[in-house]
C-alpha cells in the first residue's frame, strides 16, 4: 500500500503522561502536515514540513507540541504533558509541491486522554 | 482570510433523488478548492478540485460542484444519491500563498435513506 500511514491507530493514555505519533508519508510527498480534528468539527490545521524543514506552526499548537521531521521522510508528533483537551483524532497528510497542493490524508491516530 | 461556510449541518435525502451540499467561500485570492469526504472509521478522500480551470468541476462517484465567483459558492451535487454516499462531507479552501495549508468547513452530515 503506497498510502499515508500513521501509528499507532488508537492511544488511550492518562493525564499528564506524553504520548507520540507516527506518519509516513507517500514516498515521493515533500511536504507533510498534521491536522486535529475533534468530535463534530473540520479538521484544523497545526504545522506542516517542506521536507524536514517546519516551516509554519498554529497557535493551536501550543509548547506542549513538538513535530520533527528529521530526514524529510517520516514525521513524528509529541505531545508532552496531555490534558483532557487534547483528546482528538490527529490527521497527517502529503502532498507534492505544484501547482496546487492536493493533500492525501491518513487513517487518523485517535488519542482519548483519560 | 481565507474561510468557508457549509450551510448545512446535516443533509436527509432519498435513495435515488438529488444531493446538494452548500458551501460559501471567503478569499483574498483566487482560490483552490475541495471537496473531501470522510465515511465512518476512514480517512479523508478527494472526491474533487477547482483550480481556475473550468467552473465545473466533476469528481469521483457521479459528484460534481460548481464554482460560482459572483455568489463566492462552491456547492457539491449529485443526480441520484446511493446508500453508499452517506457520510461526512468538507468543503475545504487552500491557503495557497502559505504553504498549501487546508482549510475546512465544519462538515455536513449526509443521510440516505432508502
Known amino acids: 500500500d503506497t498510502g499515508v500511514s500513521q501509528n499507532p491507530r488508537h492511544k488511550i493514555t492518562k493525564r499528564g503522561q506524553n504520548v507520540t505519533f507516527r506518519c509516513d508519508p507517500i514516498s515521493e510527498h515533500n511536504r507533510l502536515y498534521w491536522y486535529r480534528q475533534t468530535l463534530g468539527q473540520g479538521p484544523e490545521f497545526l504545522t506542516y514540513f517542506q521536507n524536514e524543514a517546519q516551516l509554519e506552526k498554529s497557535r493551536l499548537l501550543s509548547d506542549r507540541f513538538s513535530a520533527e521531521r528529521p530526514k524529510g521522510s517520516f514525521s513524528t508528533l509529541e505531545i508532552q504533558r496531555t490534558e483532557q483537551g487534547d483528546s482528538a483524532m490527529y490527521l497527517c497528510a502529503s502532498s507534492f509541491r505544484g501547482l496546487v497542493d492536493e493533500q492525501f490524508f491518513g487513517p487518523g491516530t485517535r488519542l482519548t486522554v483519560l | 482570510a481565507q474561510s468557508v461556510t457549509q450551510l448545512d449541518s446535516h443533509v436527509s435525502v432519498s435513495e435515488g433523488t438529488p444531493v446538494l451540499l452548500r458551501c460559501n467561500y471567503s478569499?483574498?485570492?483566487?482560490?483552490?478548492l475541495f471537496w473531501y469526504v470522510q465515511h465512518p472509521n476512514k480517512g479523508l478522500q478527494l472526491l474533487l478540485k477547482?483550480?481556475?480551470?473550468?467552473?465545473l468541476v466533476k469528481g469521483i462517484n457521479g459528484f460534481e460542484a460548481e464554482f460560482k465567483k459572483s455568489e463566492t459558492s462552491f456547492h457539491l451535487t449529485k443526480p441520484s444519491a446511493h446508500m453508499s454516499d452517506a457520510a461526512e462531507y468538507f468543503c475545504?479552501?487552500?491557503?495557497?500563498?502559505?504553504?498549501?495549508?487546508?482549510?475546512f468547513g465544519q462538515g455536513t452530515e449526509l443521510s440516505v435513506k432508502p
Open positions: 475545504v479552501v487552500s491557503v495557497g500563498n502559505q504553504g498549501g495549508k487546508l482549510i
Open positions: 478569499s483574498s485570492y483566487s482560490p483552490s
Open positions: 477547482y483550480t481556475s480551470a473550468a467552473t
